[in-house]
């Protein structure tokens, strides 16, 4: 069983800048992905970005490439999204995730930004 909290949302101006944290706790595999989705309203949820227990694997979706960088903390078993360059198209809720024979969600974190 694995918990996700995330935290760091909020609103912003077009532009600036947030940096999504997600805490987790539990049972923890070296082939565990983590990552962020985001789901924005009338939208089907998508990927943002994923990295591997390693720090390797990193997957971006191509909107966020060069503006958003995901991190992760294994001593802290917490995963970051640092997102700069921010845009209103951005403005969705941001889940964590983790996958290991099933995948476990947060319960997310609004960003909304404004133009």
């Known amino acids: 069983q694995v918990r996700l909290v995330e935290s760091g949302g909020g609103l912003v101006q077009a532009g600036g800048s947030l940096r999504l944290s997600c805490a987790a706790s539990?049972?923890?595999?070296?082939?565990?992905?983590m990552g962020w989705y985001r789901q924005a309203p009338g939208a089907q949820r998508e990927l943002v970005a994923t990295?591997?227990?390693?720090?390797?694997?990193?997957n971006y979706a191509d909107s966020v490439k060069g503006r958003f960088t995901i991190s992760r903390d294994n001593a802290k078993n917490t995963v970051y999204l640092q997102m700069n360059s921010l845009k209103p198209e951005d403005t969705a809720v941001y889940y964590c995730?983790?996958?290991?024979?099933?995948?476990?969600w947060g319960q997310g974190t609004q960003v909304t930004v404004s133009s």
């Open positions: 995730y983790v996958r290991q024979t099933i995948s476990y």
């Open positions: 539990g049972t923890f595999f070296s082939s565990d992905i």
């Open positions: 990295i591997a227990t390693s720090g390797g694997g990193i």
